[in-house]
């Protein structure tokens, strides 16, 4: 079975004017679909090959891991994006008072994170044994190798924002943050208590 490059789940403009319609098509067009084809040639015909991206991403190793992390790592934070204003549900509204006081905390420890990450990487809202947590990763490195719920990623990679914002990665986590997130997404996470699978 061949894993495929997913979709966007909306048009490549629908994130303007915080990520371009170019930026979309080059983060998505070629460095989203070079990890897909990259997977797919490296499991041709060997034990992997029909296997999903998230099983090949818990047992692999080296590049074959960087390739599978990546491809699910991408499909995430295109689903992480609303071009539409949404709202955290009820459930996962109360968690964040509970766990972090306010929305207003989440967002700056999301900050934080994403902004303060050394080189490439991820910043992650998760769900850590029972509670909302800030992560990040590194590289290729990916939430659901951790025995947490992701329930949205931003992704710090430079290709994320270069074209758009050049070096400026506060000015893109800040759009990202007050603008894109879609918190649908999170909240389906959040209530469904098991990791987002990537389409196959």
Do not use: C
Request: net charge negative.
């Amino acid at each position: 079975m061949t894993i495929s490059l997913m979709p966007l789940p909306y048009a490549h403009d629908a994130l303007e004017p915080h990520i371009s319609s170019k930026t979309l098509e080059i983060h998505h067009g070629a460095h989203h679909k070079t990890y897909v084809d990259k997977l797919n040639a490296a499991i041709e015909g060997t034990e992997n090959a029909g296997k999903s991206v998230e099983e090949i991403t818990k047992s692999a190793s080296g590049g074959l891991f960087n390739n599978a992390a990546q491809t699910y790592n991408h499909g995430f934070y295109w689903m992480s994006l609303s071009g539409e204003k949404t709202a955290p549900s009820e459930s996962l509204a109360a968690a964040i008072t509970n766990d972090f006081g306010s929305m207003d905390a989440l967002l700056e420890a999301l900050t934080n994170e994403a902004v303060g990450h050394f080189a490439s990487g991820w910043a992650w809202l998760v769900v850590d044994a029972g509670k909302l947590k800030v992560i990040s990763t590194h590289d290729a490195a990916t939430a659901i190798t951790e025995d947490v719920n992701p329930l949205l990623t931003i992704d710090v990679w430079e290709h994320a924002y270069y074209i758009d914002q050049m070096n400026k990665r506060p000015t893109y986590v800040k759009a990202v943050l007050e603008n894109l997130i879609n918190w649908k997404f999170a909240s389906d996470n959040f209530d469904r208590g098991t990791p987002w699978t990537y389409p196959a």
